[in-house]
């Protein structure tokens, strides 16, 4: 298979890649032509077919496995297929393990070590939050292992929400024995359902796309909304112990234009911004590493839009 993370620029290109997305769309002289968005487990590719009436170009669809033919070229810093032979195959025909990206590391490890902190938490309020997801909920706790953090950014792949959380609140962990004035309690609570709006936010793979109550309310209010519903079936639940961790969830983006309805006003919350920011950007930039196709002859990588700054691997 010819994997696209391994395409270079000029290469021909022969090899049956899942269809993301595919949409018509006209250039400016009228003449329509297809967007596609090419996805194996390696990286996602634009890709254009500029013949929409081509010989040798098949009908499909999104969510199709489609054997392409074409050629690699470089648009704009960034790799795109000109497609010019397609053919819908049969998913019987492909292994599927080699379309949908998933986490380098075992999952079933990462839950155990999930849990092994929640089993941790000794408030007994915090502590039912966390039993009635992760221990009554096999329905949440099954999306919650396979789903992914982002569409793109971020995790994206199966596993990839799991593997953000366990180094989030692993993170949060190592800062409250360096900072005994953090809560432990809240922190790690917090820190363990801070995405678990997810899991509605953005649908299953192979789609792995916006849900419209995704688009409407986002993962950070839908998450508020998951925990607030939970606490109200906790007899006795403190108002003031709610409050303190919904704040956190509200708050974890840090700032109001990163889509926060609110900026960190505890400590905690402060705390769990950091721990969630340092994690998601030292994960763009490992995912950048593994694209050979950025990287220029003096070892440098193309200007990373997410990062603002052009970046490199540091020497060994």
Known sequence: MQYLKDIKDGQNVSSIYFIKQKNLATTKNGKEYYNVVLQDKTKIMDAKIWD???????DFDA?????????????????????????????SEVDVSDYMPCSDRDIDQMMQELMGL?????????????????????????????????KAMHHAFMGG??????????????YTKQYDDLNRNLLITAAICHDIGKI??????????????????GHIVMGYQMVAAIAARIEGFPQTKLRELEHCILAHHGELEYG????????EALALNFADNTDAKLQMM?????DDSKKKENGWYQYNRALDTPIRKTTD
């Open 52 to 58: 929409v009436n081509g010989m040798g170009i098949d």
């Open 63 to 91: 969510m199709d496995y489609v054997d392409i033919t074409g050629s690699a070229t470089t648009f704009n810093g960034a790799m795109q297929i000109s497609i010019t032979r397609a053919r819908k195959v049969d998913e």
């Open 118 to 150: 929640i089993d941790s938490v000794d408030d007994k309020y915090y502590r039912a939050v966390l039993d009635e997801l992760f221990v009554k909920e096999e329905g949440f706790v099954k999306k919650f292992k396979n789903h992914s953090a982002a």
């Open 161 to 174: 929400l799991l593997e953000h959380t366990l180094n989030v609140t692993k993170l949060c962990d190592s």
């Open 200 to 217: 509605s936010e953005l649908s299953e793979f192979p789609e792995n796309d916006y849900t419209d109550q995704g688009q409407l309310l």
């Open 260 to 267: 926060s309805p609110k900026k960190p006003a505890l400590i």
């Open 286 to 290: 490992r995912e950048s590493f593994k």
